[in-house]
């Protein structure tokens, strides 16, 4: 299975579903191999998958599920909507993921940042934002901008 498309490479790890308790050897026969693999700690092994616009990174400790470290699915459609959007929610700071991505839509790439943080960016072909969230609370934009 090396070499899925992104497409359906990302539907292979959506058909996989909650990844808790699964082993690399499962995930690696379902997916596919990966296109690296790092050690990043004792015992610890990051695998990472990517093909056209998207990648993931996942975290195993001992051969077993520990965590999805990024994912990134590529641009989204309609970047100027995208911007209106945000641009009417005013003030994010305290506004929770769930209560953004309700009004913007899903977030194209997130990353872990820290103990309880995490980077989640919207990009399109014309705007770009990013937010950090402290236990899925909007602390603030890391950047942002439009073309």
């Known amino acids: 299975m090396f070499g899925l498309s992104?497409?359906?490479l990302q539907q292979g790890f959506a058909e996989l579903g909650d990844l808790t308790g699964r082993t690399a050897d499962e995930i690696i026969a379902s997916v596919g191999a990966p296109i690296s693999q790092s050690m990043t700690g004792p015992g610890?092994?990051?695998?990472q998958w990517q093909s056209g616009s998207y990648?993931?990174?996942?975290?195993?400790?001992q051969g077993q599920f520990a965590g999805i470290m990024s994912e990134d699915s590529?641009?989204?459609?309609?970047?100027?909507?995208?911007?209106?959007?945000?641009?009417g929610l005013g003030n994010l700071v305290g506004r929770?993921?769930?209560?953004?991505?309700?009004?913007?839509?899903?977030?194209?790439?997130?990353?872990?940042?820290?103990?309880?943080?995490?980077?989640?960016?919207?990009?399109?072909d014309v705007y770009h934002i990013a937010l950090l969230f402290e236990d899925d609370v909007c602390v603030g934009i890391t950047h942002e901008?439009?073309?």
């Open 55 to 61: 990648h993931i990174g996942v975290l195993f400790e």
């Open 74 to 87: 590529g641009l989204l459609p309609g970047g100027r909507a995208l911007a209106r959007n945000f641009a």
């Open 44 to 47: 610890q092994t990051l695998l």
């Open 6 to 8: 992104g497409q359906r």
């Open 96 to 124: 929770s993921k769930d209560e953004i991505v309700d009004v913007v839509g899903p977030y194209s790439s997130f990353s872990v940042a820290g103990p309880h943080q995490v980077l989640l960016q919207w990009q399109s």
């Open 145 to 147: 901008f439009a073309v």
